[in-house]
């Protein structure tokens, strides 16, 4: 237990330089708290006074000052709570909200192998929920764990300066609490970090539900993922309701020691005034102050529990902004060859997953500057891994690719990345404006350039035919447009930064055979003295290159002309027969 409670301590202490910023308001936070608390505490003082003194006595000259004492004592700890909800709200804010950024920022310079790995469920709900989870700690939970456990040692104190006998009584129901708060406080932990990853699991299963509508439904697997969230929503709710039935049992215990303390105080204190040694104004301040320690008291379990949730997300939180980000630009950048010619070299570049398993062995290419090679190769021979590693999508095992002679690992990657289009298979939009979208590698690019670009992957035409033209926003992924026209869009952001090196992983696959036609007749246009790598597997595409290079289970097993290929290697005249079928089939649907 004391390894969880040191491990709990470590990830809380990792929060300091974010509230570090915020320290002077939070000083005036917990200020603040304090002294409405010790307000709160001096009202049972001045009740003492007021049943040994005016009301025993039966004099009331002393009273109205009294009672106004415990006036301006309850307007004051009212106030002081008003100030520090004020002040607390914006240091909360800001720590979640720069947390959240962090996160944002870590996500965007994690590797793609990192994104592959995790559901962004998960990733949604540390971004999300467990930042909500810290922001709510940082607020409430450990202002109220350091002042009210100072609240209950001081309410202590008092107790003892009234009757040493009613602080042992009262010992005897705080102390039992303190160590059950304890054990009941590592149970929770554990439950609270099984409920948060049951929640990001739940959390995924929505999202891809969501962005995959249209597959669920031509495939009626609706019902399965309703069975599939069901079963997961059912999992989360056992959770928390376990989760529930701890608290449960532990606000059962702290409800009930405390009644017990108070009620051997007032068998004490009825001794004691019987015999004298107690007055009546002592038995109603002692108890009085053991009811307002009720709540600090109580509250101890609840906030250990807040404490070791927080924990737990903040956990979650770690595990991904401490992953490594494998690729970074150098400590000392080598600037860009001028002019650029672009010049591209694979020197016998291996690349295996962590796993050992090896996708890419021994590739050596040598593009010329302004040379457009088509990549083919049967699935799985390792196509879209090359082409990743060219803008450092991916990082070579072993080997090197170099632009004009320089290791792309060697250049930053601002530079790396403005000189290397890219065009994917799989076309990503984003719910902004067409403009928007096709600019996102230039963002400061005229909508002249935009124009072109839109010209030379031949959507100007259905751009210019939606209802604002280039500032109409497409919807999210895009989906309100057709396949070719999300891939066109995608191809001119590749082409709109003008780059050196471009890099296409099989951009047209999804256009129709004339569509295609079209933006070939344009693609020749824009490849004209730009070096360019391509994953084809048309044959039409194939002939738009100066040479093709034919994958093998992760190595280059030829390398040619178009016609050289077809005329002496059989297995490449068996990959282009069977792309040609594709083709002509697409051909008789369209006819």
């Known amino acids: 237990m004391s390894d969880q409670r040191n491990s709990t301590i470590r990830t809380l202490r990792r929060l300091w330089p974010y509230v570090r910023p915020h320290r002077a308001r939070m000083a005036v936070v917990l200020s603040a708290t304090m002294l409405a608390m010790l307000c709160g505490l001096g009202i049972p003082l001045l009740t003492q006074r007021i049943v040994d003194g005016p009301i025993q006595h039966k004099q009331t000259a002393l ?23 004020k002040v607390v709200a914006r240091p909360a804010a800001e720590v979640e909200a720069r947390m959240r950024l962090d996160l944002y920022r870590h996500l965007q310079r994690l590797p793609v192998s990192f994104h592959d790995r995790w559901q962004s469920g998960q990733l949604l709900s540390r971004a999300t929920n467990d930042l909500t989870t810290v922001r709510r700690f940082v607020a409430f939970a450990v202002v109220f764990l350091i002042v009210n456990t100072l609240v209950v040692v001081i309410g202590l104190g008092v107790i003892a300066t009234l009757s040493p006998w009613l602080l042992v009584v009262s010992l005897c129901g705080a102390l039992p609490l303190i160590v059950i708060s304890f054990f009941f406080e590592s149970k929770f932990k554990v439950i609270a970090r099984r409920a948060q990853d049951q929640s990001g699991d739940l959390t995924t299963t929505v999202e891809e539900s969501v962005l995959g509508i249209r597959v669920l439904k031509a495939f009626g697997r609706g019902p399965e993922l309703s069975r599939r969230f069901l079963a997961q929503a059912r999992e989360l709710r056992r959770t928390e309701l376990n989760k529930i039935s701890v608290l449960a049992a532990l606000w059962s215990v702290l409800i009930v020691l405390p009644e017990l303390s108070i009620a051997g105080m007032l068998g004490v204190g009825a001794i004691g005034i019987v015999d004298g040694t107690m007055t009546v104004g002592t038995l109603v301040a002692a108890v009085a102050v053991s009811a307002y320690l009720r709540w600090p008291i109580d509250s101890i379990g609840w906030l250990l529990a807040e404490t070791n949730q927080t924990a737990s997300a903040l956990e979650r939180y770690w595990e991904v902004v401490d992953s490594p980000v494998a690729i970074t630009s150098p400590a000392s950048p080598v600037p860009l060859p001028a002019p650029l010619r672009g010049h591209v070299r694979f020197e016998d570049v291996r690349f295996a ?9 021994g590739i050596d290419l040598d593009l010329r500057p302004g040379e457009t090679l088509a990549l083919v190769g049967a699935t799985g021979s390792g196509k879209t891994t090359l082409t990743a590693l060219v803008p450092r ?20 990657l601002e530079d790396l990345r403005s000189v290397v289009g890219t065009a994917f298979e799989e076309p990503v939009l984003f719910s902004a404006s067409v403009t928007e979208n096709v600019a996102l590698g230039v963002p400061d690019v005229d909508e002249e350039r935009v124009r072109e670009a839109l010209r030379v992957a031949k959507a100007e035409e259905f751009v210019d035919a939606l209802p604002w033209g280039l500032a109409t926003r497409i919807g999210e992924q895009g989906l309100s447009l057709s396949g070719g026209q999300r891939q066109r869009l995608a191809l001119a952001r590749a082409v709109v930064g003008k780059p050196a090196v471009l ?5 047209l696959s999804a256009l129709d055979v004339h569509t295609e036609a079209e933006v070939e007749a344009a693609l020749r246009r824009v490849l004209h003295g730009v070096t360019a790598l391509v994953v084809a597997h048309r044959p039409s595409t194939v002939q738009l290159a100066d040479r093709v290079a034919m994958l093998v289970d992760g190595k280059i097993a030829a390398v040619g002309s178009h016609r050289h290929l077809l005329e002496t290697n059989e297995e490449y005249r068996r990959l282009l027969s069977s792309a040609d079928a594709e083709d002509k089939v697409e051909e008789e649907v369209a006819s």
């Open 353 to 361: 997953f962590e796993d050992g398993r090896e996708v890419l062995s």
């Open 393 to 412: 999508l991916t990082d070579v095992t072993s080997g090197r690719i170099t632009i004009d002679g320089v290791d792309v690992r060697d250049l930053s």
């Open 63 to 85: 009273l109205p000052w009294l009672v106004l004492g415990v006036l301006v004592l309850g307007i004051s700890e009212a106030v002081l709570f008003y100030i520090r909800r």
């Open 503 to 507: 890099v296409l992983d099989d951009p």
